[in-house]
């Protein structure tokens, strides 16, 4: 079992930058991957960007390449995601989400466990 709670969202305004930390418990999140996922209002949820257990292979939707940087620490297991040039576009509640797999995916539906979620606000 693995219990996720993810934190660091707030208001900001365009160009700005927030880090989103996804703390977990459970003895085996050092080996699952995790993916940071964001739902706006009125729109599905969708990935923004994932990683594997070791963190030596990561994803990046579209959307959120080359502005924002996925990472993790297992040691203090915590996975990050630094979001810097944001847009008003990038509002919405963001979930962090942990598969049993240690492989990434890009399926919400491969994933098992889930936050609550952080609200990102990004006023213009």
């Known amino acids: 079992q693995v219990q996720l709670v993810e934190s660091g969202g707030g208001l900001v305004q365009a160009g700005g930058s927030l880090r989103l930390s996804c703390a977990a418990s459970?003895?085996?999140?050092?080996?699952?991957?995790v993916g940071w996922f964001r739902q706006a209002p009125g729109k599905e949820r969708e990935i923004v960007a994932s990683?594997?257990?070791?963190?030596?292979?990561?994803y990046y939707a579209n959307s959120s390449k080359g502005r924002f940087t996925i990472s993790r620490v297992n040691a203090k297991n915590t996975v990050y995601l630094q979001m810097n040039s944001l847009k008003p576009e990038d509002t919405a509640v963001y979930y962090c989400?942990?598969?049993?797999?240690?492989?990434?995916?890009?399926?919400?539906?491969?994933?098992?466990?889930w936050g609550q979620g952080t609200q990102v606000t990004v006023s213009s």
């Open positions: 989400a942990a598969r049993r797999e240690a492989t990434t995916s890009t399926r919400e539906s491969e994933y098992t466990y």
């Open positions: 459970g003895r085996t999140f050092s080996t699952s991957a």
């Open positions: 990683i594997s257990w070791s963190g030596s292979t990561t």
